[in-house]
């Protein structure tokens, strides 16, 4: 009987054996040797992505397939404002000769981005081409300047006509005692972002592919003068003058990108990896792109305060104005940056016929209320559950 017992045993182990051989020994890989995912991190990586051209570091895509024969591929954070986009019935083509299966072809994911895709998969690597068009790439790409920045005097008031920042704040019923508030509020906003947007930036270019590039200013960012030219009141001329006096440059591709996600819902990608880069690249130092992409990847993970400290670490090398603000923020407010990082910047837009507005609204805006208060030295947190509106942001129009 125990004999018998481990005959039954034997031929058991034989029968699942040869039934996996009779499935998959034809096939070039087994479907768990390239289910997967593929990542481009910390070398050596397994994925060579590029998106509409252009190399992307720092990113993850899984592949699962249950034949070898079709599969599913998901990218995860690639296209701006989709956590995943899944892409499923994807048909492999062997090639034996090469050691490689290959796939290509088109796909509309949930936010309506048109993706056509082409690649080759081992279980040691994956190559990937994206050429992305964007589902709202009609109406939005394009290059924008800012209005001018234009005034006149009525007597001994100035009148604004139009400048580079949109400011819009209305009330709920029963709010109309907060008028002071709001006009003091919508003047300060007004008054530094005409300024600050022309300051730092010549133009921004919306590609349909989603990516966005600007030409920024390479000469010093001094917000002691912003916050001087702001509350002095120069004449369109002087402003003019000392914005012609200022350098700028293309940025490069692959920084940040844009989809919108709805009717008037807006999102902005940030590339961590390429913008930390790009800032040690400026203070002249040169640090390995994956280490940077491999680190950035282990700090969005971590918890906020981890994060905070390692941050002040890495900035004692880069000295960067920007992150030293960052560093000052409050906790709270510091964890809804470290979410924008991860998951891109939520903000609105709407469009008129000469006008594009793209602008944090209400909800957005609700975690600095307490810097703006302090700035107005006034209690913002509850006066702001009274707001209707409020939507602020930049103001710009189609180059021509």
């Known amino acids: 009987m125990r004999n018998l017992r481990k005959l039954s045993y034997v031929a058991c182990a034989i029968f699942f054996f040869t039934s996996c051989e009779e499935t998959y020994n034809d096939k070039l890989f087994w479907p768990g040797e390239i289910s ?5 991190y910390i070398k050596p990586y397994t994925l060579d992505l590029t998106y509409s051209g252009e190399k992307l570091i720092g990113k993850t895509v899984s592949f ?15 296209i701006p404002g989709e956590k995943e986009t899944p892409i499923s019935r994807i048909q492999l083509y062997e090639n034996e000769k090469k050691g490689y299966y290959t796939f290509s072809g088109t796909n509309i994911t949930m936010g309506g981005a048109t993706v056509k895709y082409e690649g080759i998969i081992t279980p040691k690597n994956m190559q990937l081409s994206l050429n992305v068009t964007m589902a709202y790439a009609n109406s939005i790409a394009n290059t924008y300047t800012f209005p001018a920045y234009s005034h006149t005097t009525d007597g001994e008031s100035i009148i604004r006509n139009s400048g580079a920042s949109y400011v819009n704040i209305t009330t709920k019923a029963g709010g109309e005692s907060l008028q002071p508030v709001i006009l003091q509020i919508q003047q300060m906003a007004t008054n530094i972002l005409d300024v600050i947007f022309p300051y730092v930036l010549k133009d921004i270019t919306f590609e349909k592919n989603g990516i966005v590039t600007a030409s920024y200013t390479t000469s010093p960012v001094d917000m002691n003068e912003i916050m001087e030219v702001a509350n002095s009141g120069k004449t369109d001329a002087e402003f003019k003058s000392l914005i012609n006096k200022r350098t700028y440059e293309s940025s490069p591709k692959g920084l940040a990108y844009w989809n919108q996600t709805g009717n008037k819902a807006f999102v902005v990608q940030l590339n961590i990896p390429a913008i930390v880069s790009l800032i040690a690249q400026n203070n002249g130092k040169q640090i390995d792109y994956q280490l940077i992409a491999g680190i950035s990847e282990a700090l969005l ?11 002040s670490a ?13 560093l000052q923020l409050d906790d709270d407010t510091f964890a809804t940056l470290l979410t924008w990082m991860k998951d891109g910047i939520p903000m609105g837009i709407n469009s008129t016929k000469e006008h594009t507005y793209i602008y944090f609204n209400k909800e957005t805006l609700m975690p600095f209320i307490s810097i703006i208060g302090s700035l107005l030295e006034t209690n913002l947190i509850e006066v702001a559950a009274l707001f209707d509106k409020m939507e602020i942001g930049i103001d710009l129009t189609a180059k021509k």
């Open 301 to 311: 993970k971590s918890d906020p305060a981890r994060l905070k400290l390692t941050l």
């Open 64 to 78: 699962k397939t249950e034949d070898s024969e079709t599969g599913t591929l998901t990218l995860n954070n690639i």
């Open 36 to 40: 997967q995912e593929y990542g481009s």
């Open 314 to 326: 890495i900035n004692m090398i880069l000295n960067n104005e920007i992150i030293t603000y960052i």
